[in-house]
């Protein structure tokens, strides 16, 4: 490469801010030259870890973005011991599909059985397909929510909730809403499903219990539903909590008399 010619490519490739390349760009030149690589083969090569790095920063900012409380893949989830959970459908879903279908996933069980694992896994997975994600709880989704309303920015607050690719609501139904509360959530939901972006929603309660979730409002219940359930995966999730199982492994139970492992109360949602 001649002088004129490597000055030229440095300056285009710090105007275009490919800073990767442009730290390689010498190493990457000499072996081209060495192995007598073609024109293409030298760019595929100067461009491959400027990519790279452009998709790890991509998934740092998304990580960031997300507001996730720990992070947690599926490789990490010991399936074995929730055996009422399907793997393979598991892995249908962290190919992303269900993020350009706009297809809802709801996970239902009891506490502790995994159900904040997944929809994390899921969020990591999102990231790292490039898209943004947002996880909250539902009271602190409530909470957000009224006070937006109360300040007049509510459509502001809808609008933020509306934008991600993935909006994860954990732990719906261990609080109970108020009534703005649940029409406030009500709202959220209605504008990610007219956006065709998806739902992640972990929940104690089984559907024929949402009214309780919506504030005693049987109607508004149904509403969400419809919307949640049109394109969905639901999985219930039957079986042990994982930190009940942790305290036996540790001995902390040893001179208790622990009752029988409970029977899930979570009933198979209707199809």
């Known amino acids: 490469m001649s002088i004129a010619f490597e000055q030229l490519a440095r300056e285009a490739l710090e105007q275009i801010g490919v800073t990767t390349a442009l730290a390689q760009l010498d190493s990457i030149a000499q072996q081209a030259a060495a192995k007598s690589w073609s024109y293409t083969h030298f760019l595929g090569a100067l461009f491959q870890p400027e990519l790279a790095a452009r998709?790890?920063?991509?998934?740092?900012?998304?990580?960031?973005?997300?507001?996730?409380?720990y992070l947690k893949r599926l490789a990490d989830f010991d399936f074995s011991f929730q055996p009422s959970i399907d793997k393979t459908l598991l892995e249908e879903l962290a190919t992303g599909r269900f993020l350009a279908e706009g297809r809802n996933v709801l996970l239902l069980g009891p506490p502790g059985v995994g159900k904040t694992h997944l929809?994390?896994?899921?969020?990591?997975?999102?990231?790292?397909?490039?898209?943004?994600?947002?996880?909250?709880?539902?009271?602190?989704?409530?909470?957000?929510?009224?006070?937006?309303?109360?300040q007049n920015r509510l459509g502001h607050a809808i609008k933020t909730l509306t934008q991600p690719k993935l909006l994860i609501i954990d732990e719906i139904g261990y609080l109970g809403l108020?009534?703005?509360?649940?029409?406030?959530?009500?709202?959220v939901l209605c504008n990610r499903y007219e956006r065709n972006h998806a739902v992640i929603i972990t929940s104690n309660k089984a559907f024929s219990d949402w009214a309780d979730v919506f504030?005693?409002?049987?109607?508004?219940a149904s509403a969400a539903l419809d919307?949640?359930?049109?394109?969905?995966?639901?999985?219930?999730?039957?079986?042990?909590s994982y930190r009940l199982k942790e305290k036996r492994q540790a001995g902390l139970f040893q001179n208790q008399h622990l009752p029988p492992h409970p029977k899930p109360t979570t009933k198979q949602p209707k199809t």
């Open 227 to 240: 919307r949640l359930l049109h394109r969905s995966t639901v999985l219930n999730i039957k079986g042990e």
């Open 119 to 150: 929809a994390i896994a899921l969020g990591v997975v999102t990231a790292e397909l490039g898209h943004r994600l947002y996880f909250i709880t539902a009271m602190e989704l409530a909470r957000k929510l009224g006070t937006a309303f109360a």
């Open 55 to 69: 998709k790890a920063r991509v998934i740092e900012t998304n990580l960031r973005f997300a507001g996730l409380p």
């Open 215 to 220: 504030a005693g409002d049987a109607v508004l």
């Open 178 to 187: 108020d009534s703005t509360q649940a029409s406030l959530l009500f709202q």
